[in-house]
């Protein structure tokens, strides 16, 4: 046994520093020192009100599960990791029995066990913690050449993965990502590996939408003009047209007159729902609509939209058998200016208030564009 410090949500917006008892790995298990942790949507929802979507927090919970560390300790039945390796941690834990673990969807186990969720009871904590163990099956050994910083951002790299398997995107194909964050950033990135030849990405963040551009994410960016909410479904789904309107007329090139008209696959990643009715609208007959973010459970569509023109509309939870991938593609360099997605550190679990604070916004204080923020332990 020995005692380490966490991060503690007990509240909205409430963190306390609590000192926790672990015990020594158990045989199948690594001790992890975790060295890098990146807040995500999730995580933000679960600090600023205490819950995600349906998943209410019902006991103080360690947040954080995109994260890589150090061993500092190995089960006795541990053969392919040492002390001293560093891994990325894939943070959930499924039961390995039921029909979607043995079909190898094990995402969708219902006994998953998921770092920093609420969904399950006892909750399973999160990084946000000095060490932790974790089944060694699920810490993925990582080169020298990828800093730890980086090897957080594989959790969401690896939904990117999981989704662009979903989608099917074939070469050639025209994509739009409704999101600049790093998961539609990465899923831009994913897009451009497929092979497709136009990516389009829309964002309300004139910052994020040129910083996916420049760093060759995206072939064209289209910022989201902010106005009045409308109220009624019908405006709802008028404001929605006009927004895929003006995506869809975005010209090619500044050379032709011809138009990006229409898209293969459109990955919304905001989880909102106008950019959700927007993705349709944008999609081209027979194309798909991949539902990444997750936003209100409840929202309107235009299914009529989708079926008259054969729309596929698929969602993407988590993802399953993708981390080899994305450590792969990292050490070949595929994804872009991968280093530079985290914008703002913060070191020790001390100042986690403070770097939610930051991870919430698009821009700092002083107008840096806001990315990804990683706590430091």
Do not use: W
Not at 22 to 50: I, K, M, W
Not at 147 to 158: G, K, V
Not at 262 to 280: H, P, R, Y
Not at 362 to 368: A, F, K, M, Q, V
């Amino acid at each position: 046994m020995s005692s380490i410090s966490a991060s503690v949500l007990v509240g909205p917006k409430e963190l306390i520093l609590e000192t926790r008892t672990l015990p020594d790995p158990l045989p199948n298990e690594c001790q992890v020192a975790v060295r890098a942790t990146t807040l995500c949507g999730s995580d933000l929802h679960y600090y600023n009100h205490f819950a995600n979507g349906d998943f209410k927090v019902r006991e103080s919970l360690s947040l954080g599960h995109e994260s890589a560390g150090e061993v500092v300790a190995v089960g006795s039945a541990v053969t392919d990791l040492k002390v001293g390796d560093r891994v990325a941690l894939e943070v959930g834990i499924s039961c390995l029995e039921c029909d979607m673990c043995r079909r190898g969807k094990y995402n969708l186990c219902q006994r998953m066990q998921f770092r920093s969720s609420a969904k399950s009871f006892p909750h399973f904590q999160g990084t946000l913690q000095e060490r932790i163990n974790h089944p060694a099956s699920l810490c993925h050994k990582i080169p020298s050449s990828i800093s730890y910083d980086a090897a957080a951002l594989i959790e969401p790299l690896s939904v990117a993965i999981h989704a662009s398997r979903r989608s099917g995107v074939n070469p050639g194909d025209k994509v739009l990502v409704f999101g600049a964050g790093a998961v539609g950033l990465f899923c831009a990135a994913m897009a451009a590996v497929s092979g497709a030849s136009t990516i389009a990405i829309a964002d309300i963040s004139p910052g994020r939408v040129d910083f996916a551009v420049k760093n060759g994410f995206a072939t064209h960016g289209y910022v989201v003009p902010l106005g009045p909410r409308p109220t009624t479904t019908e405006d709802k789904l008028k404001s929605a047209r006009v927004t895929a309107d003006a995506i869809t007329s975005i010209k090619m090139s500044e050379d032709e007159d011809e138009t990006l008209e229409s898209f293969d696959v459109a990955f919304e990643c905001t989880g909102v729902e106008s950019c959700i009715q927007a993705s349709i609208y944008a999609a081209k007959a027979g194309g798909k609509v991949m539902f990444v973010g997750m936003g209100s459970p409840v929202q309107t569509l235009h299914v009529g939209a989708a079926m008259t023109r054969e729309v596929d509309l698929l969602g993407v939870f988590r993802y399953a058998n993708v981390y080899p991938t994305a450590i792969a593609l990292l050490r070949q360099g595929k994804i872009p200016a991968f280093e530079s997605l985290v914008t703002h550190k913060f070191s020790g679990l001390q100042n986690a208030a403070a770097a939610f604070e930051v991870a919430g916004k698009t821009s700092d204080e002083n107008g840096n564009l806001v990315i990804k923020t990683v706590i430091n332990t």
